[in-house]
């Protein structure tokens, strides 16, 4: 003893052992002080046993498969029983193998970390922390003190670790876990990550998917499976021979599994990626409307980003992938041609005034003004090059140009709207507002009102025929001038001169869309009854009270032509389209449902119904149509409407099938800008081929067979006996004699 007192004298022995004692101190007395929360609170016994993290708001279709998400972090929980037991071996395997035997805390690894990483710089001896560890600096993260940042963290986690380990259980914590840990990509949780990489629970995950996600793990970007395949494999491969090391997986089974390469499925779920990002968005419009008027047990609003809600929503997913496809494939042909119509001279790169008047429309534009900025200023602000990322339909470009340039670039991009609705509830079932959400924020199903063009003529014929018109009333397609209006002389579409004592009965005229004889429709029945039958079919908008509205100069939205078009296979009745079925709290209690809006009362005769449903038939079979026939031999029981508004700026296609009623629009969205040409312009060429994509997509998918091989109901003898006459006729020798000589016949309407 006195030898060592004597040897402890000496100053190369006494200054070291003085120093480790004060650092022994220092670390005691910086721990006492974490833990009393001199460095902050740390959460009590009671908060972790009431621990609350923020849940993503998960969307549902029709079939309950998730098709987005709100959230701030995208995070799913799951419980224990929905983890695969090879998922949690890969963790445990690869992150904490003594998870089960310590106390939050694992001694041995740290003593292992001090001596051979610290003491003999071994980089691979690897770390000290637990799956308890991680999962505290999960939920409470980390803090910059500035000075020992680390170490103070570190203490911090080691507290909380060891009292979680005495409120939950060791599964408890693996579930908390793989709830919380953020995988790559901005996710948070094995189930949104499982959904977003591999499109599917993590239920399902194969050894392969569960040993990648867990592999990503140790470093979110270096091992993202979609950025860095190659990387991600190897890191997957070393999971798997850790599993093999500690006794979870053979080694003949993980051989197999690393011949086999990272196959990923990936859905974004990101707000302006992934499918139906306009439905989604007006989802979580309403979403907000609804729940102002409902609150939480304890009196708390609803938040759509943190609650963890469900809402399930009317939307096929398969149906939407579908629609999207085939719009995909028509306007990025359609766009091309559009382009080349013009050439040179297209507006979006001559015309200085229509481009200036965009450029003062836009967003950016208008934050300079608000900000203050000169002309002048916003001139040069605008003018200022950058490398920006273009939308193109064939692949994205980016290139160094400026805002202005790219404003420009945008003007020339035809938009589009559909939707597509069970004409019995309503129900939406596929809905594109528009060709990319992320350049194209505004919602041609939500928010616009377009000039609909003959689509609206089945509605006048609607009023005539239910004021007792007779189908086989014969009208001249001559054109007549209306003096009342201005001198209003409404044509028809084409450059062929019209033979003047040329009659159509209304069937021949409403499937070949005549303009005069439409007009002459709604002046015989009366504008006011035809503004009546539109109110009837669910269109409370106030129409013009003048004859153009015969030629669809009313601006219409889409969802109310949908649902009036709907009556034509709904026993009479329009329908209100809608999204949400019901809306759950995260524990699946029911917040509030909702029913189709389903009117008693018809808006026109059975008899009215059956002779539209055959004049639009015929439409499709023999009229403007007949390219559904022709072009894409679709066979199904189709009734439809082609339109084309003024100047060809709208091109409409109303698609009716007893199951299914789809409108199309195509159209630029500077009203300034039309297609070249009527035949590109046309709603037969420019809308209609996407309907026509999208049913061929449908009938070569048998889940759809219900829908795709339904019939229209057989008309009565009745209709077929009043729609039972020529299509045309002449007028006879002593009319063309006699009659009248002029090409536009005077005429004053009531």
Known sequence: MQKILALMKKKWIKWPLLAIAAGILFVIGLYASVYLGVFGKLPTNATLASLKQAEATQILDANQKLIGKYFIYDRQPLKYADLPKHLIDALVATEDVRFYEHDGVDNIS?????????LLQDRSSGGGSTITLQLAKNIFGRKDYVFLSMLINKFKESIIAKRMENIYSKK???????NTVPFPDNTYGIESASQKFFNKSATA????EAATLVGSLKANNSYNPRLHVKRSQARRDVVLNQMVKYNYLTSAKAQEIQQEDISIDYQSFNHDLGVAPYF?????????????????????????YNDGLIVHTTLDYTMQTLAEDAMKEHLTALQKAFEKSYGKNAPWKTNKALIDKAIKKSPIYKSYKKAG?????????????QDIELFEWQENTTKNISIKDSLQHYLKFLNTGMIAIDPETGAVKSYIGGIDYRYFKYDHISQSQRQVGSTFKPFVYTAAIENGMEPCTYFSVKPITYTNYKNWTPTNSGAQEEDPFLNYNLERALSTSVNTIAVKVLQEVGIQNVLTQVKKLGIEKELPNQPSIALGVAEINIKDLAGAYASYVNNSKAVKPYYITKIEDKNGKEIVAFKPQKTTSKAYSDFTRQVLLEMMKSTVNK????????????????????GTTQDNKDGWFVGITPKLVTINWVGNDNYNIGFKTTGMGQGANSALPIFAKFYQKLN????????????????????LEALNCNPEKRDGFIKRLFGNKKKNKKFKSN
């Open 623 to 642: 009229g403007t149509a007949t390219r559904l026939r022709t072009t894409y031999q679709l066979k199904n029981d189709i009734a439809g409407k082609t």
């Open 280 to 304: 989604r968005e007006q989802v979580k419009k309403e979403l907000a409307t609804i729940l102002k008027d409902y609150k939480k047990e304890n009196g708390e609003a609803y938040d759509i």
């Open 373 to 385: 900025l000169t002309e002048a200023q916003i001139e040069q602000k605008l003018a200022e090059k």
């Open 172 to 178: 408890e914590i693996l579930t908390q876990y793989f």
């Open 205 to 208: 995950l194969t050894i392969s």
């Open 700 to 719: 070569a998918d048998a889940r759809f067979n219900s829908i795709t091989k339904s019939h229209f109901e057989s008309a009565s003898t009745e209709v």
């Open 110 to 118: 740290l003593l292992r970390v001090f001596f051979k990483t610290i």
